[in-house]
């Protein structure tokens, strides 16, 4: 039975607004013990200045999309997370987009427990590069050789293609991806560069997406070990610095005004 993408969405925006009802909770409790009244007014600067990152945002995620949707198409095994879409999408009989939505609402729950909060740009990621991916896969403009060795290209093609798109809305600081986000959180708890994290995340993910029934061929191999590679070659080009960025969470938005004191 198919799920319909808006099911999917409503369900993850759910998930994801969890968190923040403890924030309201809490901020409910500390007006009631100073006893003042305070009120959660929204940054519009903040939004007005976030919004004109938007376009640069979707650009990404048609990258990324796009890239995916090669790695699929060159049909010699994809990267970890494709492969761990495709296992669920057929596990589950589901399309390819929607188990990348709900595999991205999972990975937030557990981005949650490490204290990884997610931004505007983790929910819109989450829901629009599965969408765009089932788009790309239904207009067939994708490269599909047919020497391996055309393929191989074709899968590095992809791969560079969705590491860049990666790049550029990671540094919109909007929020990273469900998947990328992770990967930032463990940058910066581990010290550690993307040329080994990302690889430790996608093996684990490899292994699951197997189990599940997912294609691995020798292109999962090398986008498994390439892929960290290459985004840390992209970040060093750019000069840019996961660890150093400050993505910005949902609750960023909204400020806490005090209106006056009660007698």
């Given at each position: ?86 296992g669920t999408a057929n596990k589950f009989n589901i399309e390819f987009g929607q188990a990348s939505q709900i595999i991205g609402i999972l990975i937030l729950l557990f981005s ?147 209106e006056g004191v009660r007698r």
């Amino acid at each position: 039975m198919k799920i319909p993408n808006l099911v999917i969405t409503k369900f993850g925006i759910f998930l994801i607004c969890l968190p923040y009802w403890k924030i309201g909770l809490d901020v409910l409790w500390y007006r009631k013990r100073r006893e003042e009244e305070l009120t959660m007014r929204i940054n519009r600067e903040m939004v007005i200045e976030d919004l004109k990152k938007l376009p640069s945002l979707f650009i990404g995620f048609l990258l990324c999309a796009y890239g995916i949707a090669q790695m699929k198409g060159a049909n010699i095994g994809m990267n970890s997370w494709g492969t761990l879409n495709l296992g669920t999408a057929n596990k589950f009989n589901i399309e390819f987009g929607q188990a990348s939505q709900i595999i991205g609402i999972l990975i937030l729950l557990f981005s949650l427990t490490l204290k990884i909060y997610p931004g505007v740009g983790t929910i819109l990621n989450m829901i629009f590069i599965g969408m765009f991916i089932d788009m790309i896969d239904k207009v067939h403009i994708i490269w599909r050789p047919e020497t391996y060795l055309l393929k191989v290209l074709s899968l590095f093609l992809g791969l560079l293609v969705f590491s860049y798109g990666a790049y550029f809305y990671i540094k919109q600081e909007l929020g990273a991806g469900p998947r990328d986000g992770l990967m930032v959180g463990l940058i910066k708890i581990t010290g550690l560069s993307a040329t080994y994290i990302k690889p430790g995340i996608e093996i684990t993910v490899l292994v699951i997406g197997y189990i599940l029934g997912g294609l691995v061929g020798i292109g999962t191999v090398l986008v498994t070990l390439c892929g960290g590679y290459i985004l840390n070659k992209i970040f060093l080009l750019k000069g840019f610095d996961p660890k150093e960025t400050n993505q910005r969470k949902i609750y960023d938005y909204f400020v806490e005004v005090r209106e006056g004191v009660r007698r």
